[in-house]
């Protein structure tokens, strides 16, 4: 088993695994956040097969998807009381600048830009995990 299909594996168990929980356990916000989520990155999926740059150049689908997100995920942050929603906002937007940053620089490496821009997912996971794990003890 390569690196990537073994991070790409415990991507997809993390994501299973916190929006599962967020599902379960969440209350509204926890449970908008999951589906969005899963939708975006379902969506994300599609448009990168079909776009097939491989981080070539800049991917333009999986930006418009990111930035479609982006502004559901501002919309929960709008209407919540809670904290957290803030902090996905927030590590979604950074991981938009990283499609940004290589428009602007066309020389940062293909490796660089398939590095740092999935990472923000984890974040983005944590905090909804924080916010489900919050929820469920706030219950109690």
Partial sequence: ???????????????????????????????????GYIVAAAATWVVAMTQRVHYREPQYAVMAVDIVFLAYLLLIVRRSRRFWPLWVAA?????????????????????????????????MLFALAVGTFHNRTAQN
């Fill in 1 to 35: 088993m390569n690196a990537f299909f073994a991070a790409l594996l415990f991507y997809l168990f993390v994501v299973l695994a916190v929006c599962a929980s967020a599902l379960i356990w969440g209350g509204r916000d926890e449970r908008a956040v999951a589906t």
């Fill in 91 to 123: 590590a979604h937007l950074v991981g938009i600048f990283t499609h940004i940053v290589r428009i602007l620089q066309p020389s940062t490496l293909a490796e660089a830009y398939a590095s740092a821009q999935p990472f923000w997912a984890f974040p």
